[in-house]
């Protein structure tokens, strides 16, 4: 909590990964919520400041005082990092390659469907029609979806996370609904998501599916499916959002070929800001190419202890 002579002008919500400060109060988004301009432009002395004043990694709340005159030009003392849907008054983020890509849910299913150009409406009609079965449901699918998540990571090359990850956040997910959505294919599991919400932001994350099934537009229908489940659960829903719903797509680098797939729905485009001190491991291309000539029984294990390392 950030305060300037003892009333309150800012929050800064952090988790501690036991390598950095990570800012993520929802999903992949974060950075610290300001009042007023004035202490957005000294963003990254806030979060130094903050920071290093933290003796405790004990969750709860601990009070920053904003002193403009003690503002410092110094280096951050601890690992940080921040990805942000806006800068924030601030120099410090970085604008990235990526975006992330966003449907509005005003209106009904059948105005969402009609606001769908003709050429997507009929891969979803075309997929519905196959032998496609989309399941909702709990940690139950836990399983059948990670069998379909640890195929798709490896055949991109990257490291994938342990199925205790995504049993936590199954169990421990409560600012909003949170749901796996299976597709299968004659009972096999060949796609999967996870759908969570927070307060009208509503973001499809960890998408999966088999390469063997991408060409009879099972993305298409998976979306849909989760698209018509976050409008009947906001049609159920007594809160007053603090902004319009939204059905996030997620994040991808512009211009790329999930970027392209994603403007086939009609999307808005957000940039995405960074603000870091740590090495970004991932840019190194060479570790990513051997990484992706290892076989996946061994990649699988090694990918859910080393990638908790990323941060």
């Known amino acids: 909590m950030v305060f300037r002579e003892d009333e309150l002008c800012g929050v800064f919500p952090l988790v501690n990964t036991g390598k950095a400060w990570v800012s993520l109060p929802h ?29 405790s990694l004990e969750s709860g709340f601990y009070r920053f005082n904003f002193d403009e005159e003690s503002i410092s030009n110094k280096e951050l003392a601890e690992k940080v990092y921040i990805r942000s849907l806006s800068k924030a008054g601030s120099e410090v983020f970085v604008e990235s390659k990526k975006v992330t890509s966003v449907l509005s849910l005003a209106g009904s299913q059948n105005e ?29 699918l836990l399983g059948d979806y990670y069998s379909v998540y640890t195929q798709n990571i ?63 537009y099972i993305s298409d229908l998976m979306h849909w499916e989760m698209i018509k489940f976050c409008v009947e659960d906001i049609s159920k829903s007594t809160s007053d959002f603090q902004s319009p719903p939204v059905y996030s797509f997620g994040r991808s680098t512009k211009n790329s070929g999930v ?53």
Do not use: C
């Open 27 to 55: 999903f992949s988004y974060g950075g610290i919520l300001f009042q007023n301009e004035e202490i957005a432009n000294s963003f990254a002395y806030v979060i130094d400041e903050a920071i290093s004043g933290l003796t």
């Open 112 to 140: 969402l469907w009609s606001s769908l150009n003709q050429n997507l409406r009929r891969k979803i009609n075309k997929a519905r029609q196959t032998e496609f079965e989309v399941v909702e449901g709990g940690i139950e």
């Open 259 to 311: 970027y392209n797939y994603k403007n086939h729905w009609p999307v808005e485009n957000h940039p995405l800001y960074n603000y870091t001190n740590i090495p970004d491991l991932r840019k190194n291309d060479w570790m990513l190419k051997v990484w992706g000539m290892l076989p996946g029984f061994v990649t699988k294990p090694m990918g859910a202890r080393l990638i908790r390392h990323i941060y």
């Open 154 to 216: 490896i055949q991109l090359g990257s490291m994938n996370y342990s199925k205790s990850f995504f049993k936590d956040i199954l169990n421990n997910w409560d600012y909003g609904f949170i749901k796996l959505f299976v597709v299968y294919s004659n009972s096999k599991p060949v796609a999967g998501a996870l759908l969570a919400s927070y307060n009208g932001f509503h973001e499809n994350a960890f998408f999966a599916t088999l390469k063997e099934f991408r060409k009879k």
